[in-house]
């Protein structure tokens, strides 16, 4: 006959224990590594910060050429279209924006959004001027292995 102490009822709990600590254990794990895989980098994010700050003096000083002169040289060492756009979504370069860049605008990342590559072949991530509205977009395929946003010099590998 089982009593209250019997070896059984030990095992149970012991068993049931392992099981909330391994499913616990499982699902910390699981965040914290879809975490440090979908989010940007702190490297990264002051990367595209300064890139923001840059486009927004090239803005202020000379307008549309110089935003456009700023876009060919960061494009230079940069993967992935780079885009400096209003609060309204019109382009400050002076070239317009073709209608996949346009596509793109309607659903943009911040820097602290997960970055997934899974659902989109051209992830649009955001940063904004450090003192206006307006912004610049990347526009990363995730087939570019040295992608800042994925796996290059400023992202966390995937």
């Not at 590594?33 to 803005?59: F, H, I, P």
């Not at 992935?80 to 370069?93: K, R």
Request: glycine share 6%; charged share 20%.
């Amino acid at each position: 006959m089982l009593d209250r102490h019997s070896l059984l009822w030990r095992l149970a709990m012991l068993l049931m224990v392992t099981a909330v600590c391994t499913v616990t254990l499982s699902d910390w794990l699981n965040r914290t590594l879809s975490n440090r895989a979908l989010l940007l980098s702190d490297e990264a994010k002051t990367v595209m910060r300064g890139y923001a700050a840059d486009a927004e003096q090239a803005w202020l000083k000379e307008g549309a050429p110089g935003v456009a002169a700023w876009i060919a040289a960061v494009a230079e060492h940069e993967p992935g279209d780079i885009m400096v756009v209003s609060q309204h979504d019109q382009s400050l370069s002076g070239m317009p924006l073709t209608e996949t860049e346009r596509d793109g605008l309607r659903f943009q990342r911040g820097l602290e959004w997960r970055m997934s590559f899974r659902l989109a072949p051209c992830l649009i991530s955001v940063c904004l001027f450090p003192s206006d509205r307006n912004r610049v977009a990347w526009s990363c395929s995730y087939r570019l292995a040295s992608c800042p946003l994925r796996t290059g010099r400023y992202g966390s590998p995937c």
